[in-house]
């Protein structure tokens, strides 16, 4: 049986909705690396790391997206947990993140 396109947005609306938690789960994590690289004086940017993790991606990626897709995706997110962090180190203001 054949799903008609107002249940596949459905479908699509509840991945939002996981995505969101799991993003925002991710951010969390990011600023508490972030505090732990202030207080060990580590730099925010670490190329090394990123190169394992578009790498990790790439190799588990199933498809239907294709690999530089997936690159594209999760620089996105890295970049946007790297603003976290830079905002946090650098003392510009406090970041409160709600659970």
């Keep these: 049986m054949?799903?008609?396109?107002n249940e596949i947005r459905k479908r699509i609306d509840l991945l939002d909705d996981v995505l969101l938690r799991i993003f925002n789960e991710r951010a969390r994590l990011a600023l508490e690396i972030g505090h732990m690289k202030?207080?060990?004086n580590l730099p925010v940017f670490d190329p090394t790391r990123e190169k394992r993790i578009f790498a990790r991606m790439k190799e588990d990626n199933p498809?239907?997206?294709d690999d530089g897709a997936i690159v594209r995706l999760f620089e996105r997110v890295v970049d946007e947990s790297r603003r976290l962090e830079r905002i946090m180190s650098h003392g510009d203001e406090e970041l409160e993140?709600?659970?």
């Design 2 to 5: 054949r799903m008609d396109i």
């Design 38 to 40: 202030k207080g060990l």
């Design 63 to 65: 498809g239907p997206l």
């Design 97 to 99: 993140v709600s659970n």
